[in-house]
T-cell receptor, first 109, second 113 residues
Framework: RKEVEQDPGPFNVPEGATVAFNCTYSNSASQSFFWYRQDCRKEPKLLMS???SGNEDGRFTAQLNRASQYISLLIRDSKLSDSATYLCVVPTGGFKTIFGAGTRLFVKA | NAGVTQTPKFQVLKTGQSMTLQCAQDMNHNSMYWYRQDPGMGLRLIYYSASEGTTDKGEVPNGYNVSRLNKREFSLRLESAAPSQTSVYFC????????????FGPGTRLLVL
């Protein structure tokens, strides 16, 4: 089992739709989690951090399920500008961080 | 405030050539990292520097060396480039431990022929 696994997608959704991505992780000791957004041919940028059960920022909600070892990202009222790759990031201790391969999202008009 | 900068943006090398990728940050961060990103794979850590004066191997260090020149600058050197090192290289920095947000540079696209 990979240390961090994501559904690669792509997810194709219309504007205004709600879409959710899941990410599973194997290291039960991980305490903090992140979602990064990466636009095509650009660098990753922090979208949200998750330190407890969840976090909400506008249209974006991240939830953590420690028992099942997964985190999810929910995007409500999708915009064209949400089209990107979403990376699940799990620090595993010290300076080691595991990046998921990413889930691609396409939002269409 | 430029954040994290990287040079060059693009580079084409022949097998066996050497080059140094430069990275600098102006956020007074203690920790810096070098990653490579390949299609279908997550970013993989090559080397990191927890603080000025220290460097450590990451997940995929073979074929690379690094130098933490000062608190701002962290360079990555390929001594003898191989086609397997064709990738996009990202430098990142964070205030301290990796559990904190990492800030990435724009990346260097390297093609080794």
């Amino acid at each position: 089992r990979k240390e961090v696994e994501q559904d690669p997608g792509p997810f194709n959704v219309p504007e205004g739709a709600t879409v959710a991505f899941n990410c599973t992780y194997s290291n039960s000791a991980s305490q903090s989690f992140f979602w990064y957004r990466q636009d095509c041919r650009k660098e990753p940028k922090l979208l949200m951090s998750v330190y407890s059960s969840g976090n909400e920022d506008g249209r974006f909600t991240a939830q953590l399920n420690r028992a099942s070892q997964y985190i999810s990202l929910l995007i409500r009222d999708s915009k064209l500008s949400d089209s990107a790759t979403y990376l699940c990031v799990v620090p595993t201790g010290g300076f080691k961080t595991i990046f998921g391969a990413g889930t691609r999202l396409f939002v269409k008009a | 405030n430029a954040g994290v900068t990287q040079t060059p943006k693009f580079q084409v090398l022949k097998t066996g050539q050497s080059m140094t990728l430069q990275c600098a940050q102006d956020m007074n961060h203690n920790s810096m990292y070098w990653y490579r990103q390949d299609p279908g794979m997550g970013l993989r850590l090559i080397y990191y520097s927890a603080s000025e004066g220290t460097t450590d191997k990451g997940e995929v260090p073979n074929g690379y060396n690094v130098s933490r020149l000062n608190k701002r600058e962290f360079s990555l050197r390929l001594e003898s480039a191989a086609p397997s090192q064709t990738s996009v290289y990202f430098c990142a920095s964070s205030e301290g431990l990796v559990q904190e947000t990492q800030y990435f540079g724009p990346g260097t696209r390297l093609l080794v022929l």
